[in-house]
């Protein structure tokens, strides 16, 4: 149950912290309008979270899935990165929306599949809640983050949502190659799957 426990607090944090970061950075900033629009991501990811899993645990190609959901995470981060770095925030209301919907129901999906198997399947009180605690845990971290960066400058927010972004951004890479690589898109995909096994989802 430890190791179901670091994998669903992983899954939960790669979710639920972005969306942190980003409201707080929102908020340094006064954009007023691209907080709204994270928050109605967070409940659109909240609604498409049970049907995405349910689709996601009968498609026949998962890796395939995830490692275009990874390479779509790492690609809205670097766009999240040049502008923050640039000082010209300049993201408009469905852009926001429509990323953080995405990097929320990336990792929720997984959750829901598993706390589904945990709960219906195998009808584990263990491992419900291991994972219904890690979930909880990952979404205080991200709600004590709101917290904490209203008592910062605007350029720690600033310093802070970069570093982030910077770790997200080497995690992300390295889930679409791990994925790429299983789904066989990849020239020496056994290679690269096998160097890669112990930085994925099922990895040390």
């Known amino acids: 149950m430890p190791e179901l426990f670091v994998r669903t607090l992983s899954q939960g944090l790669q979710a639920f912290m972005p969306a942190a970061l980003f409201l707080s950075f929102a908020r340094s900033r006064g954009r007023a309008d691209l907080i709204l629009s994270a928050r109605w991501a967070m409940a659109a990811a909240t609604l498409l979270t049970v049907p995405a899993g349910f689709l996601f645990q009968r498609a026949t190609h998962q890796a395939g899935i995830e490692a275009l959901l990874a390479a779509s995470a790492v690609a809205c981060t670097v766009v999240f990165v040049r502008s923050v770095k640039s000082d010209d925030f ?3 209301r469905p852009a ?4 953080l919907t995405l990097i929320l129901i990336r990792q929720t999906m997984e959750i829901e599949v598993v706390l589904r198997a945990a709960l219906v399947e195998l009808r584990s009180l263990d491992a419900t809640i291991a994972i219904g605690g890690a979930v909880v845990v990952s979404l ?4 004590v983050w709101t917290l904490a960066a209203r008592r910062l400058s605007r350029d720690a927010v600033r310093g802070a949502a970069i570093a ?3 770790v997200f951004l080497v995690q992300g890479l390295v889930y679409a190659l791990h994925e790429s690589a299983e789904a066989r898109w990849l020239p020496w995909s056994d290679t690269l799957h096998a160097a890669s096994e112990p930085y994925g989802p099922e990895g040390q």
Do not use: D, E, N, P
């Open 164 to 166: 982030f972004a910077a």
């Open 90 to 92: 300049r993201a408009s």
């Open 96 to 99: 926001v929306f429509a990323a």
């Open 140 to 143: 205080l971290a991200a709600f």
